[in-house]
């Protein structure tokens, strides 16, 4: 396989050109060069023909270097973009918003889009017999004891605990004021562990606050997932924080429980029209039954039977 090695485009997205797409063999990994993204390494990964050779599959994968300690852990929020080539507003886009770490190196899509889509030279997203994918990020954060420091304008001294990203101390506040005990954290550890503890624990408050109850998908759930197993590292008391968080992962699938319901109830609706109609229509054929047997009884009274086989005659009987 040819392809271009993956240009930096706005130090933020980057272009992966795949030359002869055509040749590249089914249902096999295909890698990009490394590439640099907030200070982390990456690359980009296809399979053409995923889920019974019918899909293209995209996946960002972290690449492990000596600048990665030990229980390494990088939150990434990006968006991959298969290029339409002829009709830019017909780029077909998908977010991505998850954590990356020594256990989960590589996330993406099983099937970012049919292959009979993709491949149809009228649609635009091979010219050439060359495809072209970019990734978007809009955050690379490491975590844990590894965070890159903050800018200056960023941050804030927090009750003494360390620096403090400004968006997470008002958060981290009202928790503390509602929470003394989880100031005793700073007299069982060092500074820069409480300082990642209450980090680990402002974004959980921060991801908590932004979501609503209709958010819960199943990619907000295993960020929120993530996000708490690593507060739970931190030793901190969080047994107030503990059953909110449980409740909130429980959502996943919740949407699709609402539509099946919705569903449920609809057909419920629609059968007992059904039915109210049957039986009203019984009613009346009941009714109709009634009339025609009251009719009957009454004909049979003035009616004489006769053989139809005798002679009428017409002398004395």
Not at 37 to 62: E, P, Q, T
Not at 85 to 110: A, H, R, T, V
Request: glycine share 4%; aromatic share 10%; hydrophobic share 40%.
């Amino acid at each position: 396989m040819k392809s271009q090695e993956p240009k930096d485009i706005t130090h933020k997205k980057i272009a992966w050109t795949i030359s002869n797409f055509s040749s590249l063999k089914t249902n096999t990994r295909h890698l990009s060069d490394v590439f640099m993204a907030g200070g982390c390494a990456w690359r980009l990964c296809i399979y053409k023909g995923r889920l019974g050779m019918k899909s293209l599959a995209i996946f960002l994968k972290a690449v492990k270097d000596s600048s990665l300690p030990q229980g390494w852990s990088i939150n990434v929020a990006c968006t991959f973009t298969v290029v339409n080539q002829l009709y830019s507003e017909s780029s077909l886009k998908e977010d991505l918003e998850l954590k990356f770490c020594e256990n989960s190196k590589s996330w993406g899509y099983q099937s970012f889009m049919e292959l009979t889509m993709l491949q149809n030279p009228y649609n635009g997203y091979i010219l050439n017999d060359k495809c072209i994918i970019e990734v978007e990020f809009s955050k690379v954060s490491p975590i844990g004891m590894w965070a890159l420091v903050p800018k200056d304008d960023d941050v804030a001294e927090f009750k003494d605990l360390g620096l403090i990203e400004k968006a997470l101390v008002p958060l981290l506040e009202e928790a503390c004021s509602w929470h003394p005990s989880l100031m005793d954290c700073k007299q069982k550890r060092s500074r820069k562990f409480t300082e990642w503890a209450f980090i680990a624990l402002g974004r959980v408050l921060q991801f908590l606050k932004n979501k609503k109850w209709k958010d819960m998908n199943e990619k907000a759930c295993e960020e929120l997932q993530h996000l708490w197993e690593e507060l739970e590292m931190s030793r901190l008391d969080l047994r107030w924080l503990e059953p909110l968080v449980k409740s909130a992962l429980n959502m996943k699938g919740y949407a699709e429980k609402v539509e099946t319901m919705k569903k449920l109830k609809q057909n419920l609706v629609v059968l007992e029209i059904e039915m109210n109609k049957a039986k009203e229509k019984l009613a009346n054929a009941e009714e109709s039954v009634e009339m025609i047997r009251k009719e009957l009884v009454n004909a049979e009274n003035d009616f004489e039977e006769k053989d139809l086989d005798t002679e009428i005659g017409y002398g004395k009987s």
